[in-house]
T-cell receptor, first 111, second 115 residues
Framework: GESVGLHLPTLSVQEGDNSIINCAYS??????FIWYKQESGKGPQFIID?????DKRQGQRVTVLLNKTVKHLSLQIAATQPGDSAVYFC??????????FGAGTTVTVRA | ETGVTQSPTHLIKTRGQQVTLRCSSQ?????VSWYQQALGQGPQFIFQ???????GRGNFPPRFSGLQFPNYSSELNVNALELDDSALYLC??????????????FGEGSRLTVL
């Protein structure tokens, strides 16, 4: 079956440093991956996505890397800010109607 | 703000009762998906509605049912509530099927507690 997992449930990072959040997936048929951010008391918010024909995609302060060989996905956040404190989820899509989410990594930014 | 609104925001029920949760999708979005998020877990797909028809379903029993209306708003109904149904129920809308866009726009969720 398919599953999406994150390597670490928590990450503590100093303000201004770069953050790297990792995710492993098992469904080799997945062709679309998304990172979501969820702040306390809110719904998940789209950050960035990447399709399986790409290895890297950049957004504003964020970069997603995809390694299909080892089924690994990562989210890099540059110059982490206090507002980046949240739970981050990777999600995969292998069909038309659903996303499969991992359990999430809680990022805490230290001042 | 995503434009997806859910109601109620919080509710408490007892085992065996029934609950209806409501969702208004973002303007122009014809697809609504429902997810269940248990505490400390990622969202789990329940089902999706596209143009008033169920378009796909996750691993949830039949006592979880839904509707989509002509204005694309949606309801999630859960019968015979169990303690394990306690969770945050998230509604997400999109302009097309999930495979076409990752930009699911989530609401703030309905927090259900079953006692």
């Amino acid at each position: 079956g398919e599953s999406v997992g994150l390597h670490l449930p928590t990450l503590s990072v100093q303000e201004g440093d770069n953050s790297i959040i990792n995710c492993a997936y098992s469904n080799s048929a997945s062709d679309y991956f998304i990172w979501y951010k969820q702040e306390s008391g809110k719904g998940p918010q789209f950050i960035i996505d990447i399709r399986s024909n790409m290895d890297k995609r950049q957004g504003q302060r964020v970069t997603v890397l995809l390694n299909k060989t080892v089924k690994h996905l990562s989210l890099q956040i540059a110059a982490t800010q206090p507002g980046d404190s949240a739970v981050y989820f990777c999600a995969e899509n292998s069909n038309d109607y659903k996303l499969s989410f991992g359990a999430g990594t809680t990022v805490t930014v230290r001042a | 703000e995503t434009g997806v609104t859910q109601s109620p925001t919080h509710l408490i029920k007892t085992r065996g009762q029934q609950v209806t949760l409501r969702c208004s999708s973002q303007s122009g979005h014809n697809t609504v998906s429902w997810y269940q998020q248990a505490l400390g877990q990622g969202p789990q797909f329940i089902f999706q509605y596209y143009r008033e028809e169920e378009n796909g379903r996750g691993n949830f029993p039949p006592r979880f049912s839904g509707l989509q209306f002509p204005n694309y708003s949606s309801e999630l109904n859960v019968n015979a509530l169990e303690l394990d149904d306690s969770a945050l129920y998230l509604c997400a809308s999109s302009g097309g099927l999930a495979g076409n866009t990752g930009e699911l726009f989530f609401g703030e969720g309905s927090r259900l507690t079953v006692l």
